[in-house]
C-alpha cells in the first residue's frame, strides 16, 4: 500500500500485512460521522495515515485495530 511520508517528502510502499484499518468517529450536529483509515509505520519510526473510501476499506485484508 502507498502511503506518503511527511519526514522524507516521498511517498513510500509498505506491505499490507504490516497495515492496520481503523475507524475514527466523531460526534456532530447531524449525526456520528465515520472516517475509515489505514495505519503504518515507516522503517525510520515515522506513523503514517492513509484515509479511504469506506468501499475500499472493506476490501482490505489487513486486522483492524
Known sequence: MKFYNV??????EIPESECKKV???RET???VQERYAVRAQDD???NLTKF???ADYDKLSCPAE
Open 7 to 12: 519526514k522524507k517528502r516521498e511517498s513510500v
Open 52 to 54: 479511504l473510501k469506506k
Open 29 to 31: 450536529s447531524k449525526g
Open 44 to 46: 525510520d519510526g515515522t
Open 23 to 25: 475507524v475514527y468517529k
